[in-house]
């Protein structure tokens, strides 16, 4: 680790910014150096800066006690004393101090810590302090948070904050803190240097592995004094009973299994009947289904034959949708013609209006000519004199604002001098009220350390005296604590003892039940009621499927047989559909050419025929059919009729083809339903096969008639056994709670018996250091009290005069507080008298520059009269022009008028074409409506005498449906007829589907019950019954039985447990003593090495380690001991109690007499902690090498012999590549040191920082 740049920023006496740069000349090729300045210049300010960038800490801060004094601050605010913040200078707003330096790692970092005032004012209140870490030279920053990048700097230094202290800088009256620190902190620091820390980890490893393993024997041995087996003579009479429990069981069985097959032939007889009774009711409802569906049959019969007739009714209907629309549209077109007429005449009256305002607005041209052109004239004398006007305006304008700008400037300039007159008399009427505080204010930096000095003695004095009543009062409370400790740890033995007493009867209580036992058991118990239960499941689920597999089969069948005969129905009518439509169309072309023979045209054009003329038509001289319209007549009657008849048959054709082709459709998407339902039954009864016959309980299942009888037992029975266990384990787990709950009570008295054993020990301890450091508090009081009054006597006369004799007594009070207010009104006196210099000579300046604005203003003021005549005589004459073009058509441009008057004459001369354009468009459409209307007249007649003919055709056809069909529905007027029409043909498929069901229905109702009734009747053959005895009597007796089976099961289990769990403790018992053999054996091994080199904390082998470490560094120091002070030689205490890191110091003038380190004088204790320090210097590691060395005062306890050879050993250390700097104000070493940094006090208590 080397330290390469230190900067900082409005840091204690170094205001602004400062920066020391140990790669820059001439700091890089010299590697020793002084920090040299007066005495509360700065220098060590500059180590602060240091300490403070990486470590947000100093060590001077650190030497104030823990829950200080406060300081005060900006306003009400306080800052505790230890806080770093405090090094922020008074007055500033922001501060920083910035460190490169090169790592453990040899990479370059830059570490930055940062402070500043709320708002970035010298008044706001200290915000937190940041801290940051870069690394170099892309500035990558490390951490987020301040406490990762303070872990961060740790881990790339290598050194924590008390280590840094002890090995790169040493601090004023810190010198010797590692030659008189404690053996575990000079360890740990010993550690880090040399990145030995695996020692450590093995100690605490060791430390923890030897508690475990003495955990885990603890709890084997208790398990053994859990086991105890049966004696021989005992364990023979249980195997005896068991085999005797076992032989009564087998014969209880026999009996049971003959009245179970007994019970079930019963059961199955009863279940049969039902079954049979069931298929009966079910052919009932079936059969009544079918008769009450008679009156839909018929109505569906009624609705397929009506479907012949649905031609004439849409036929019927499209014409009268014709006759309404065609009168609706004879009606729209009158009132089209009548809105026509009324157009034509309004367009005629508006033609005339039109000519009359076309002939005005040429008028209004003519007249308008004259006007125009004086308008003209006067826009042209307007245009010629406004450059002039606007020109004019602008100098107007511009002399005006100079003018009233000067005389602005004219009026601040004398305001200005009277301001300035004043404030220089108030200032100097101030000085003179305040003429006490100038010998304060003009030496204020003076009087202004010396009143820090007396604070800080005074918070010494305080702090001291808080600390001996705090040791006196402390000393009280830690005897009344020893005493109660005392009694308390007597009470927690007596306590231990009843718990151990109470875990040793929880553990004999436990030993009479066996819990492997138990469990076992209730394993199996579980297990054959989930296989039961499952296994009655699938003989449920198998049962079913079967029975649904009949029916499907049995309704299949029948399904079959409806969908053949449909198909054949079917396929006849498919095959006279192409003869009949044949005939249908031969018909309809027939009729068709006897109409046209007859219609209307065609007849009136055969009467104007005349015998030998040629016909207009086809030019033929000859007209055989001129006299034979009576025999058309009739032969159109006569195809009319084969037409309709051809239309009825074709009709019911296809009514019939739709009709049995939705029943087609419906059986075969039954029967598709049906066998898609039996696959899946199939699928399903195989499955459950083959599931029943996997289970491992299925053989011992009965017979299928039997089946739910002994399910049922079965389940009964596992319910009463799972009781009885139930009730052994409740009693087993409460026996369990009480020997947790005991030895947990043990436990818990065994851990408060240590405590209050530690706690009796800490307590005498801290009474024996507090009755001693009560006797260093009363002397520290002493010193303390000393020091303050010295100061408080330099200060006498001086705050005599500015506050007079009391001055003391208000400065007792709050001493921070009076010394702000000293400072304020120095600050005043001071900032007054700078007033009155500045304001006199403001006076002079302002007097001068007030003549001279006097007469500028003066000037501009008769140039904006002039530019105001010249711009009025301008403005007249433009006005008077305005005014008379005003009066012309209001001032409205010339040319806009033109063009208004001739947009007035083209607008009239197109309004008129636009009228005589809608009087000839009126008379177009006249002529077209009145074209419709006579057509749409015509169109009506047509269509009345259609509607007529197919009133006709309807009547005849419901009269044949009346003769032809009198067993289906009547049907007696055309509305009943489109009533029926009107059912769509979903609804027909529908209710054919449901009526082909109620048949398929009672067919498969039929089958069931014949099959059911057979089943019976070949069970009551079987002879199950054959020794007459009625199913209660066979119930009752089966009952009896299994009393007696659940008595001798219960029986012969409780000696199977007891057998097993004495057979489970002798296993359990020849393996737990194995078991607990190798665990002392290891327990012992791993007990002497924690004894040896363990410890929770890692210090016993890690001091152990470090002694050879401590002697290499002994070694170094040695050797410079033999040159600072030969007299006295290192040595490390030997100790046969353990590892030791504590030091003594030989003395080689004493014949070998060893000495303590607290015994040598200041000057010896310098050179020795200077030897250990440049010993620390010289050791390194893989992981952390201190490359630079800081060393704050302590030369001069020194004679000018010693402090040569001092500075000779610094030069060797230099030589060998570290950077030493040096702080001291013996001036025969600074001057020795050639590189300086030279840290000078300036003005304000400000310090600034140089490189010589």
């Known amino acids: 680790m080397k330290i390469l740049r230190i900067c900082g920023k409005n840091l204690a006496s170094l205001a602004g910014e400062f920066c020391v740069d140990f790669e820059s000349e001439p700091l890089a090729s010299n590697g020793l150096f002084a920090i040299s300045g007066p005495t509360g210049a700065g220098k060590s300010t500059l180590l602060d800066a240091l300490c403070l960038a990486l470590y947000d800490a100093t060590p001077r801060l650190l030497k104030v006690t823990r829950g200080g004094s406060l300081l005060p601050d900006v306003g009400a605010d306080t800052v505790s004393a230890l806080d770093p913040r405090t090094l922020l200078r008074r007055g500033a707003a922001e501060g920083f101090a910035e460190v490169d330096f090169v790592g453990n790692d040899h990479r370059r970092y830059r570490a930055r810590w940062s402070v500043r005032r709320a708002r970035n004012k010298a008044a706001g209140a200290l915000q937190k302090s940041n801290m940051a870490l870069h690394a170099l030279p892309d500035l990558t920053p490390l951490g987020g948070t301040k406490t990762e990048v303070a872990a961060e700097i740790v881990q790339r230094i290598g050194l924590s904050f008390e280590q840094f202290t002890r090995a790169v800088l040493l601090a004023q009256n810190e010198f010797s803190a590692f030659l008189k620190t404690d053996e575990n902190e000079r360890g740990e620091l010993l550690e880090t240097l040399t990145g030995s820390t695996v020692y450590s980890e093995i100690s605490m490893r060791a430390f923890e592995r030897y508690k475990a393993e003495q955990e885990s024997l603890r709890v084997l041995t208790a398990q053994l004094a859990n086991q105890a087996p049966l004696p021989a003579e005992a364990r023979a009479t249980v195997d005896a009973d068991l085999a005797a429990a076992e032989l009564a069981l087998e014969a209880i069985d026999v009996r049971r299994t003959l009245l179970e097959q007994q019970l079930r032939w019963h059961e199955e007889l009863a279940k049969l009947r039902r079954n049979e009774t069931q298929a009966e009711d079910a052919l009932a409802t079936a059969r009544a289904q079918v008769i009450e569906s008679t009156a839909r049959r018929r109505h569906l019969a009624t609705l397929d034959t009506v479907q012949a007739a649905r031609p004439l009714i849409a036929e019927a209907a499209r014409i009268a949708r014709e006759q309404q629309e065609s009168r609706t549209a004879l009606a729209n077109g009158e009132a089209e013609l009548a809105r026509v007429l009324k157009v034509r005449d309004e367009a005629a009256q508006e033609v005339a209006a039109a000519q009359d305002q076309l002939s005005a607005a040429e008028e209004a041209q003519r007249a308008a000519a004259p006007a125009l052109d004086h308008a003209k004239a006067l826009d042209a004398a307007i245009a010629a004199l406004a450059p002039n006007h606007v020109q004019a305006s602008s100098a107007y304008d511009a002399a005006q604002f100079e003018a009233r700008q000067l005389q602005a400037e004219r009026q601040a300039r004398h305001t200005a001098l009277a301001a300035a007159r004043e404030a220089r008399q108030v200032a100097h009427d101030w000085l003179t009220a305040h003429a006490s505080w100038q010998t304060l204010a003009r030496q204020w930096p003076r009087w202004d350390k010396v009143l820090a000095q007396a604070e800080q003695a005074a918070q010494a004095h305080t702090q001291a005296a808080s600390e001996l009543n705090a040791a006196q009062q402390a000393s009280t409370n830690a005897a009344a604590q020893e005493a109660e400790a005392a009694a308390q740890l007597a009470h927690a033995a007596q306590l231990l003892t009843e718990r151990e007493l109470a875990r040793q009867q929880a553990i004999g209580a436990l030993a009479a039940f066996d819990v492997e036992a138990l469990r076992t058991e209730r394993h199996a118990l579980e297990l054959r009621r989930e296989q039961l239960t499952a296994l009655e499941k699938t003989w449920t689920a198998l049962a079913d499927a079967q029975r649904r597999r009949v029916e499907n089969e049995a309704l299949a069948a029948e399904l079959e047989r409806s969908r053949e005969a449909a198909r054949r129905l079917l396929a006849e009518a498919q095959s006279c559909a192409p003869e009949l439509k044949a005939a249908a169309d031969q018909s309809e072309r027939s009729l068709a050419a006897a109409e046209l023979a007859c219609a209307d045209n065609v007849e009136h054009l055969r009467a104007a025929l005349a015998d030998g003329e040629p016909c207009p038509v086809c030019g033929g001289t000859e007209h055989p059919y001129r006299h034979q319209d009576q025999r058309l007549h009739a032969m159109l009657d006569g195809l009319r009729g084969e037409v309709e008849r051809c239309r009825a048959a074709l009709q019911a054709n296809l009514a019939t083809q739709a009709t049995q082709g939705a029943a087609v459709a419906a059986f075969d998407e039954r029967s598709a339903l049906l066998a898609r339902e039996r696959d899946r039954l199939i699928e399903s009864i195989e499955a459950l096969s083959a599931t029943w016959s996997d289970a491992p309980l299925a053989v011992e299942a009965p017979a299928q008639s039997d089946r739910a009888a002994w399910f049922a037992l079965q389940l009964q029975q596992l319910k009463q056994k799972a009781a009885a266990l139930d009730a052994q384990e409740q009693a087993t787990r409460q026996a369990l709670l009480a020997r947790d709950a005991a030895q947990a009570d043990c436990d818990k008295a065994q851990r408060e018996h240590a405590r209050l054993q530690e706690r009796l020990g800490e307590t005498r301890a801290a009474l024996g250091r507090l009755q001693a450091g009560q006797g260093a508090a009363a002397a520290r009081c002493e010193s303390a009290a000393a020091h303050r009054d010295m100061l408080l006597s330099e200060l006498d006369e001086v705050l005599s005069q500015a506050d007079g004799d009391g001055w003391r007594s208000a400065w007792q009070a709050a001493p921070g507080h009076y010394r702000q207010a000293r400072a304020g009104e120095a600050q005043l006196w001071n900032e007054q008298a700078a007033v009155d210099e500045r304001q006199l000579a403001a006076t002079a300046s302002l007097q001068a520059e007030c003549g001279a604005?006097?007469?500028?203003?003066?000037?501009?003021?008769?140039?904006?009269?002039?530019?105001?005549?010249?711009?009025?005589?301008?403005?007249?004459?433009?006005?008077?022009?305005?005014?008379?073009?005003?009066?012309?058509?209001?001032?409205?441009?010339?040319?806009?008028?033109?063009?208004?008057?001739?947009?007035?004459?083209?607008?009239?001369?197109?309004?008129?074409?636009?009228?005589?354009?809608?009087?000839?468009?009126?008379?177009?459409?006249?002529?077209?409506?009145?074209?419709?209307?006579?057509?749409?007249?015509?169109?009506?007649?047509?269509?009345?005498?259609?509607?007529?003919?197919?009133?006709?055709?309807?009547?005849?056809?419901?009269?044949?449906?009346?003769?032809?069909?009198?067993?289906?529905?009547?049907?007696?007027?055309?509305?009943?007829?489109?009533?029926?029409?009107?059912?769509?043909?979903?609804?027909?498929?529908?209710?054919?589907?449901?009526?082909?069901?109620?048949?398929?229905?009672?067919?498969?109702?039929?089958?069931?019950?014949?099959?059911?009734?057979?089943?019976?009747?070949?069970?009551?053959?079987?002879?199950?019954?054959?020794?007459?005895?009625?199913?209660?009597?066979?119930?009752?007796?089966?009952?009896?039985?299994?009393?007696?089976?659940?008595?001798?099961?219960?029986?012969?289990?409780?000696?199977?447990?007891?057998?097993?769990?004495?057979?489970?403790?002798?296993?359990?018992?020849?393996?737990?003593?194995?078991?607990?053999?190798?665990?002392?054996?290891?327990?012992?091994?791993?007990?002497?090495?924690?004894?040896?080199?363990?410890?929770?904390?890692?210090?016993?082998?890690?001091?152990?380690?470090?002694?050879?470490?401590?002697?290499?560094?002994?070694?170094?120091?040695?050797?410079?001991?033999?040159?600072?002070?030969?007299?006295?030689?290192?040595?490390?205490?030997?100790?046969?109690?353990?590892?030791?890191?504590?030091?003594?110091?030989?003395?080689?003038?004493?014949?070998g007499e060893v000495r303590s380190v607290n015994s040598l004088s200041g000057g010896e204790s310098f050179l020795v902690s200077l030897a250990l320090a440049l010993a620390l210097a010289s050791l390194s590691s893989n992981r952390v090498r201190?490359?630079?060395?800081?060393?704050?005062?302590?030369?001069?306890?020194?004679?000018?012999?010693?402090?040569?050879?001092?500075?000779?050993?610094?030069?060797?250390?230099?030589?060998?590549?570290?950077?030493?700097?040096?702080?001291?104000?013996?001036?025969?070493?600074?001057?020795?040191?050639?590189?300086?940094?030279?840290?000078?006090?300036?003005?304000?208590?400000?310090?600034a920082i140089t490189i010589e």
């Open 853 to 1151: 604005c006097d007469a500028r203003a003066e000037q501009a003021a008769r140039l904006a009269e002039a530019a105001l005549a010249q711009f009025a005589r301008i403005d007249a004459a433009i006005k008077e022009q305005r005014e008379q073009r005003a009066a012309l058509w209001e001032g409205r441009p010339a040319g806009e008028v033109e063009q208004a008057l001739a947009a007035a004459q083209a607008r009239a001369r197109d309004a008129l074409a636009a009228r005589q354009m809608a009087v000839s468009q009126a008379a177009q459409d006249e002529a077209r409506v009145r074209a419709t209307c006579t057509q749409t007249s015509e169109r009506i007649d047509t269509l009345a005498k259609a509607a007529e003919a197919a009133q006709v055709e309807l009547a005849d056809w419901l009269a044949d449906y009346a003769q032809r069909h009198g067993e289906l529905e009547p049907v007696a007027h055309q509305q009943a007829l489109a009533e029926l029409l009107a059912v769509g043909s979903g609804w027909l498929a529908q209710e054919r589907s449901l009526l082909a069901a109620f048949d398929a229905n009672l067919a498969s109702a039929t089958t069931i019950l014949a099959e059911r009734r057979a089943q019976r009747q070949a069970h009551e053959a079987s002879g199950g019954d054959a020794d007459g005895q009625l199913a209660e009597h066979v119930a009752a007796a089966l009952g009896e039985v299994l009393g007696e089976r659940r008595v001798a099961h219960e029986a012969l289990a409780a000696l199977r447990l007891q057998a097993a769990q004495d057979d489970a403790r002798r296993e359990q018992a020849r393996a737990l003593l194995a078991d607990i053999e190798k665990q002392q054996a290891l327990e012992q091994r791993w007990g002497r090495l924690s004894e040896l080199i363990g410890s929770s904390d890692g210090k016993k082998f890690r001091n152990y380690a470090q002694q050879f470490t401590l002697d290499v560094l002994l070694g170094y120091a040695n050797q410079h001991l033999a040159q600072l002070a030969r007299r006295y030689r290192l040595e490390r205490v030997a100790s046969n109690a353990g590892p030791s890191l504590a030091l003594m110091v030989r003395d080689q003038d004493m014949g």
């Open 1186 to 1247: 201190v490359e630079s060395l800081f060393i704050d005062e302590g030369f001069g306890s020194l004679d000018s012999d010693t402090l040569g050879i001092a500075m000779d050993a610094l030069d060797a250390l230099q030589s060998l590549g570290r950077k030493v700097g040096v702080i001291s104000h013996v001036q025969e070493m600074t001057e020795r040191i050639a590189t300086k940094v030279m840290v000078r006090p300036g003005g304000g208590g400000s310090s």
